[in-house]
């Protein structure tokens, strides 16, 4: 228990420190802004209990409000993301697998996951722009921004959890 809550905080924290660090700064094109600390979400197993995924949400949306300087996107945006990843990833997870499973490439299979983490990060993203702007004035730019900014996202997560995998299976061999 004290090990699982020490990795989930140094996840927190390492995705806090790398978001105001270095992805705060990139903006493809001026509309991509990848905002991989949904990640931490991604990482939670099926047995988790629902307030503290949506309290661990909270926190890092928050942390990651104050370094962005932006005032409660993602606090509400994670919140929300919190809520719904219980339900994705037991819709999502194979019927006999265990209690305390882990969404991996290694369980739901590379497409299973690409899946459940584009959904995730989907609902994310879109909550995410819509609430920073707030109105429909500059659809197309919104939807640029949104598409190009989610799917950097995606592609950042995907990265992450590929070195996450292949030091898991280090460790086990």
């Known amino acids: 228990m004290v090990i699982t809550f020490l990795q989930r905080l140094l996840w927190l924290?390492?995705?806090?420190?790398a978001q105001m660090m270095v992805f705060n700064?990139?903006?493809l094109f001026g509309y991509a802004t990848p905002l991989?600390?949904?990640?931490l979400l991604l990482i939670f197993p099926l047995n988790s209990s629902r307030w503290s995924i949506l309290l661990w949400g909270f926190v890092c949306g928050l942390l990651c409000d104050f370094v962005s300087l932006t005032p409660g996107l993602g606090?509400?945006?994670m919140t929300l993301t919190a809520f719904l990843q219980p339900l994705?990833?037991?819709?999502m997870a194979p019927k006999d697998s265990l209690e305390d499973m882990q969404a991996s490439y290694s369980t739901l299979g590379l497409w299973g996951y690409v899946r459940y983490a584009g959904i995730l990060t989907l609902v994310f993203m879109l909550t995410y722009f819509?609430?920073?702007s707030f109105s429909f004035f500059h659809i197309v730019d919104l939807a640029i921004a949104f598409a190009s900014s989610w799917a950097l996202t995606?592609?950042?997560c995907m990265a992450i959890e590929s070195v996450r995998s292949s030091k898991k299976k280090e460790r086990e061999n």
Do not use: D, R
């Open 25 to 27: 700064y990139i903006h």
């Open 36 to 39: 991989p600390y949904v990640f």
């Open 13 to 17: 924290v390492a995705l806090v420190a």
């Open 88 to 91: 994705l990833l037991k819709a």
């Open 154 to 156: 995606l592609i950042l």
């Open 75 to 77: 606090a509400a945006s």
């Open 130 to 132: 819509l609430l920073m």
